[in-house]
């Protein structure tokens, strides 16, 4: 039988406070118990916002707390050729679009929008507003003329047309902590024609992650409830692109005392703040419910 293979996803555009040592240990501590592999891989595709001083930090921050995993790790930036071969077979399916709309532009038409129609325009999971579809239809003789001219462009999931090639509701399997499973059905729909390629990026974070899971053969995604809904459209790539669908446990997420989510955006302290004020990697353990 193979074993569970797990894994600890860290971008570098900040240190490692207590919320990433939760998920890396919460990974470690299933791949223990469930007799599997654990890897790191780091999610650098956003160039301008990752520096080697942070992947550096994370390293050294893991290896403080005692984890192991195997070399060589993974690193997104060095792997753009096989999310494009990806995103080749998502436009060969009829998947995908291009969408030249400046975050202006697609602000202006929402606002216009809502101000017919008195409502409020449909949000992502994520709070964004829903894209309004204004590059959807456009001929395809112009996409192309304005692609060859140069023209800044992301290209976006046709969720209508993807629903169509993948009929029926997706499904994955998800785990607690104690390994129980049950099963829960994807909605990609509330994610609208979602960007899968980025203008300044040759990809997207949901495009990497699913291409990579799939390369480095991850069974069980451990990550934190932030990234729950994203699932969603993780499912509906996989199914697009003939690839394994992993298990899935969220895991819920530290919050300071003011109850806002840790994060490098808030300077929430990270993990070598504690450890210059002494704390020991055990202490690190306890504090997040781990036997050291
Ligand atoms: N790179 C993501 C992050 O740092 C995690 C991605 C994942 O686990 O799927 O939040």
């Not at 919460?26 to 599997?36: M, P």
């Not at 690193?75 to 494009?84: G, L, M, T």
């Not at 975050?103 to 999971?125: L, V």
Request: glycine letters at 8%; proline letters at 7%.
């Amino acid at each position: 039988m193979t074993k569970p293979v797990f894994r600890f996803a860290p971008s570098p555009n900040g240190r490692l406070h207590l919320g990433h040592a939760f998920s890396a240990l919460l990974n470690a501590d299933f791949a223990r118990r469930f007799g599997g592999r654990f890897l790191l891989r780091i999610e650098d595709i956003d160039i301008t916002r990752c520096r080697p001083e942070f992947e550096a930090a994370i390293y050294d921050d893991l290896a403080w707390l005692g984890l192991h995993w195997e070399e060589p790790v993974r690193r997104q930036s060095e792997h753009f050729a096989d999310y494009h071969v990806a995103f080749q077979e998502l436009k060969g399916r009829g998947g995908v679009y291009p969408c030249f709309c400046t975050r202006k532009d697609i602000a202006e038409t929402i606002a216009c929008r809502e101000a017919e129609s008195g409502e409020a325009w449909p949000r992502d999971p994520d709070g964004a507003p829903l894209y309004p579809g204004t590059c959807r239809a456009m001929p395809a003789a112009e996409a192309e003329r304005r692609i060859a001219a140069g023209e800044p462009h992301a290209w976006r999931l046709h969720m209508a047309a993807l629903e169509q090639l993948v009929p029926g509701p997706l499904r994955f399997r998800r785990f607690d902590r104690e390994g129980r499973e049950d099963t829960v059905t994807a909605q990609p729909r509330r994610w609208g024609d979602a960007v899968i390629v980025r203008k300044e990026i040759p990809t997207s974070y949901h495009l990497s992650v699913v291409v990579d899971d799939a390369l480095q053969g991850v069974t069980h995604v451990v990550r934190g409830q932030d990234l729950e809904a994203a699932t969603d459209l993780h499912v509906l790539l996989q199914a697009l692109l003939d690839l394994p669908t992993p298990r899935y446990h969220h895991h819920g997420l530290l919050r300071d005392p003011e109850g806002d989510k840790l994060a490098k955006s808030r300077r929430s302290k990270s993990l070598d703040e504690f450890r210059a004020e002494g704390a020991t990697p055990q202490a690190i353990w306890r504090r997040l419910g781990f036997e050291p």
